[in-house]
């Protein structure tokens, strides 16, 4: 748009002297940077949710006692590393099907050594050996059945 003066005047912009600035551009693009902040968030959450993504167990022997119990229903989730003293899910060396709850006796650069907390009912890294840190299926976090045994598990 020209002025009958011959300036140039760009609408909704400071153009010279007695033109007031107009905020409402920065306002919508700091809207849309937030809208953008918002979906980023959510995105990076739902990654997390498939990264973690929990396995649930159920417990059925007595090897974990007193730590664990028979009907124990447990969350384990992918742990990239696991230390001594973790509770973990193990597949069975000797029946891959099979899913085994024990603690982390020691990590060594060919296996993880697992135990039962229970010795006289476990069967462990002392009958099997260590396992293949490929074996590990998950730490357990947390008890979640029955509600009255409801919580961490350390």
Same mark, same amino acid.
């Given at each position: 748009?020209?002025?009958?003066?011959?300036? *140039?005047?760009?609408?909704?912009?400071?153009?010279?002297?007695?033109?007031?600035?107009?905020? *409402?551009?920065?306002?919508?693009?700091?809207?849309?940077?937030?809208?953008?902040?918002?979906?980023?968030?959510?995105?990076?959450?739902?990654?997390?949710?498939?990264? #973690?993504?929990?396995?649930?167990?159920? @417990?059925? +022997?007595?090897?974990? /006692?007193?730590?664990?119990? &028979?009907?124990?229903?447990?969350?384990?989730?992918?742990?990239?590393?696991?230390?001594?003293?973790?509770?973990? *899910?193990?597949?069975? &060396?000797?029946? &891959?099907?099979?899913?085994?709850?024990?603690?982390?006796?020691? #990590?060594?650069?060919? +296996? @993880?050594?697992?135990?039962?907390?229970? /010795?006289?009912?476990?069967?462990?890294?002392?009958?099997?050996? &260590?396992? /293949?840190?490929?074996?590990?299926?998950?730490?357990? @976090?947390?008890?979640?059945?029955?509600?009255?045994?409801?919580?961490?598990?350390?």
């Amino acid at each position: 748009m020209v002025t009958p003066a011959g300036r *140039a005047v760009a609408r909704g912009r400071f153009s010279g002297p007695g033109r007031r600035r107009s905020w *409402a551009p920065a306002r919508r693009a700091r809207g849309r940077w937030a809208a953008l902040g918002a979906g980023m968030v959510a995105l990076s959450g739902a990654v997390a949710v498939v990264a #973690v993504r929990p396995r649930r167990i159920v @417990v059925e +022997g007595r090897s974990m /006692e007193p730590t664990l119990a &028979p009907g124990d229903r447990l969350l384990a989730v992918r742990a990239r590393r696991v230390r001594a003293g973790d509770v973990v *899910a193990v597949r069975d &060396p000797r029946r &891959p099907d099979r899913i085994l709850v024990k603690r982390v006796g020691a #990590v060594l650069e060919d +296996g @993880v050594v697992v135990r039962g907390d229970n /010795e006289s009912a476990s069967t462990d890294s002392r009958r099997f050996g &260590p396992v /293949e840190p490929g074996a590990v299926v998950g730490r357990v @976090v947390r008890r979640y059945a029955p509600a009255w045994r409801a919580g961490p598990v350390r």
